[in-house]
């Protein structure tokens, strides 16, 4: 079994910057893909950024810029750097894991999920 843990999460004035992480514990040879999505209140759950097992970054073009995704395999963590946040920025952000490879844009191809951090931007 995997457990994804977010943390960095919390309130911040617009303009501010936000270091997200996710560790991963358990049976962690089993993750490969991984990736940040968030979720707004009302709204669909939507893809910040994915990183595939090698480390190639994929953004969708409405989070380029602000958003970079990183991995440290030897802690088994997984970043999210947030700069310039915006208050439309606000949501709980989550981190996935994949048993593929490559590149995950799809949530049904996550396997694993975590509990999520809140990200609060004020104006």
């Known amino acids: 079994q995997v457990q994804l843990v977010e943390s960095g999460g919390g309130l911040v004035q617009a303009g501010g910057s936000l270091r997200l992480s996710c560790a991963a514990s358990?049976?962690?040879?089993?993750?490969?893909?991984m990736g940040w999505y968030r979720q707004a209140p009302g709204k669909e759950r939507e893809l910040v950024a994915a990183i595939s097992s090698g480390g190639s970054t994929y953004y969708p073009d409405s989070m380029k810029g602000r958003f970079t995704i990183s991995r440290d395999n030897a802690k088994k963590t997984l970043y999210l750097q947030i700069n310039s946040l915006k208050p439309e920025d606000t949501a709980m952000y989550y981190c996935?894991?994949?048993?593929?490879?490559?590149?995950?844009?799809?949530?049904?191809?996550?396997?694993?999920w975590g509990q999520g951090t809140q990200v609060t931007v004020s104006s």
């Open positions: 996935a894991g994949s048993y593929r490879t490559t590149i995950v844009v799809v949530p049904l191809e996550y396997h694993y």
């Open positions: 358990g049976s962690i040879f089993s993750i490969n893909a």
